[in-house]
């Protein structure tokens, strides 16, 4: 639509589409198109697109083993509204993501042990993170969770995080401090930091990212591009991040990189479909570093 409706108003001659995503899913394409090797724990419902949503994962080339099919639920939805400069309004029904229970974690637990980094998202029950950072901590596996959609979670578990990835928002939910600029961004990861976080990335949209640990702070500008529809660049960060993580690149490298897929992202429709190749992103990498 050419812009998003105020309390009450009903905005036509808006066009339709119908994507697939997910937090979870959305990062899980995002770091297969990147070039990772993933495998994806999750669960989905009783819809006649189902078939066909995880094909599609196996498609991207990931380890769908452990997608548990629930019965008498609907998989998770999304309803996005998106308006002009591609900014949106977005409302969840979680469905069967949270049916993604400690238990289904066990069953997957052969592709956790194999894991280099579990990357999770707040889309499914505090209980599932909980168990997966406890589990993950005890066998030496660092994790990377993206506390989105933000809300109420056991902050005692936060130290035990390796990678918290945050926008403003988020960071000033889970620091417990007003966000209304960068400066306070940073304040907040600093706190998180000092409670014992290692590393806390900070994604600012249109003005960038950054990355605060014990001993430095390390900003990336965002790259230019005319946005469409800036749904799931955060995913696409996410999984791109992960990927460059994984593979040991230097952190302003590993922003720039994610950076540059959510850049890629922003100009396209839709949730995965949006998420760049390893080869988009190296050619937009190389054209932008001309």
């Known amino acids: 639509m050419d812009h998003l409706p105020e309390k009450g108003e009903t905005v036509t001659d808006a066009e339709f589409f119908q994507v697939y995503g997910g937090k979870g899913a959305n990062q899980a394409v995002a770091a297969a198109r990147a070039g990772g090797n993933v495998a994806f724990v999750n669960c989905v419902g009783e819809?006649?697109?189902?078939?066909?949503?995880?094909?599609?994962?196996?498609?991207?080339?990931?380890?769908?083993?452990?997608?548990?099919?629930?019965?008498?639920?609907?998989?998770?939805?999304?309803?996005?509204?998106?308006?002009?400069?591609?900014?949106?309004?977005?409302?969840?029904?979680p469905g069967a993501n949270y049916k993604l229970t400690p238990q289904k974690i066990d069953e997957a637990i052969q592709v956790i042990d194999e894991a280099a980094l579990i990357v999770m998202q707040y889309e499914i029950k505090e209980e599932t993170i909980k168990y997966v950072i406890g589990l993950a901590n005890r066998k030496g596996i660092p994790v990377m969770w993206n506390c989105a959609p933000a809300r109420a979670f056991d902050v005692s578990y936060i130290p035990k995080i390796n990678i918290l990835v945050l926008n403003e928002v988020e960071a000033g939910f889970l620091a417990g401090i007003l966000v209304e600029n960068e400066t306070d961004a940073e304040k907040a990861a600093q706190k998180l930091v000092d409670s014992g976080v290692e590393k806390v990335i900070i994604?600012?949209?249109?003005?960038?990212?950054?990355?605060?640990?014990?001993?430095?702070?390390?900003?990336?500008?965002?790259?230019?591009?005319?946005?469409?529809?800036?749904?799931?660049?955060?995913?696409?960060?996410?999984g791109a991040f992960a990927v460059a993580f994984v593979e040991g690149k230097p952190m302003k490298e590993a922003l720039q990189f994610a950076s540059a897929a959510a850049a890629i992202s922003v100009t396209r429709m839709g949730a995965q479909p949006s998420a760049p190749t390893r080869s988009e992103i190296e050619s937009f990498l190389s054209l932008k570093n001309m």
């Open 203 to 238: 994604t600012l949209g249109s003005k960038g990212a950054f990355v605060v640990t014990k001993t430095e702070k390390i900003s990336v500008q965002a790259y230019k591009v005319d946005a469409v529809d800036t749904t799931a660049a955060g995913d696409t960060f996410c």
């Open 47 to 93: 819809d006649a697109y189902t078939p066909q949503m995880v094909q599609n994962y196996i498609s991207d080339g990931i380890d769908a083993r452990f997608v548990f099919y629930e019965k008498g639920i609907a998989s998770g939805h999304a309803l996005i509204m998106i308006g002009g400069e591609g900014m949106n309004y977005i409302s969840v029904a």
